[in-house]
Structures are given as C-alpha cells and as structure tokens.
C-alpha cells in the first residue's frame, strides 16, 4: 500500500502557510518519521503524532484532540483527511469536519464524513478555493 496518494506534496505545498498541519497517525513514531523523511514531506507538518502520543487510538478521538491542543485550534476548527473508516470514526468524535480520500476503501465504505474525495485537487478545491 502507497503510504501516501497521488500529488500530496503538492497539497502539502500548496496548504502549508494557510493551515497548520499535522499528522495524527495510528502507526508507530518510528514508521510515521521514515516514512515523512523518505519524501521529505517533514518541513511541511507543525507537529507529528502517533500511536505512542495518546492512550487511546483510532477510533477513539484522543489522538486528534491532541493534535488540536498542540496547533492551538478548535477542533471545530479543523478538517481532518482520512482514508479510513476507524479515522472516520475519530474525527467525528473529536467535533472536526472530515475530507475522506477514497484510496484504499471504496468511497460507499466512508459514509459519515463531511465529503468524500478521490484527489488531491478535490481536497484542495475544499481547503484553498
């Protein structure tokens, strides 16, 4: 599985300065800063976290309440992109608006997000218009 979908340094580029981001992963810290390193997509994200940052995981919200906390926003503030259902899941719990990528489930099995995309331009359309 492709850790990340087509054109996402290009969002990345494009989002980074308007938004803080940040990566709120169920994986391990290890995997999640290789992984960033590896495309050198690091530079873009104020803050990284993974499956040791919280006690619960995924689809318990914690994990994005903490990414929150840690970029000073409202989680009413923020939109989370996520391609799977337990992520789904979270996000709503945690009161944030989801973009779900349909890239590794079909976009049926991602009912309950916000929208439901199949591109990088369709997540930018939504978050730089």
């Given at each position: 599985?492709?850790?990340?979908?087509?054109?996402?340094?290009?969002?990345?580029r494009r989002l980074h300065g308007r938004w803080r981001l940040a990566v709120a992963s169920g994986s391990d810290r290890a995997v999640v800063e290789a992984?960033?390193?590896?495309?050198?997509?690091?530079?873009?994200?104020?803050?990284?976290?993974?499956?040791?940052?919280?006690?619960?995981?995924?689809?318990?919200?914690?994990?994005?309440?903490?990414?929150?906390?840690?970029?000073?926003?409202?989680?009413?503030?923020?939109?989370?992109?996520?391609?799977?259902?337990?992520?789904?899941?979270?996000?709503?719990?945690?009161?944030?608006?989801?973009?779900?990528?349909?890239?590794?489930?079909?976009?049926?099995?991602?009912?309950?997000?916000?929208?439901?995309?199949?591109?990088?331009?369709?997540?930018?359309?939504?978050?730089?218009?």
């Amino acid at each position: 599985r492709q850790p990340f979908f087509p054109g996402v340094e290009d969002l990345l580029r494009r989002l980074h300065g308007r938004w803080r981001l940040a990566v709120a992963s169920g994986s391990d810290r290890a995997v999640v800063e290789a992984v960033l390193q590896l495309r050198g997509l690091r530079r873009f994200f104020d803050v990284v976290l993974a499956r040791d940052s919280v006690t619960r995981g995924k689809p318990a919200p914690d994990i994005f309440l903490e990414a929150a906390r840690q970029l000073g926003v409202a989680p009413a503030d923020c939109w989370v992109i996520e391609d799977s259902k337990p992520g789904i899941e979270a996000a709503q719990a945690a009161g944030m608006r989801v973009i779900a990528f349909a890239g590794t489930h079909p976009p049926e099995e991602l009912a309950g997000a916000t929208c439901v995309v199949r591109s990088h331009q369709a997540i930018g359309a939504i978050l730089d218009p």
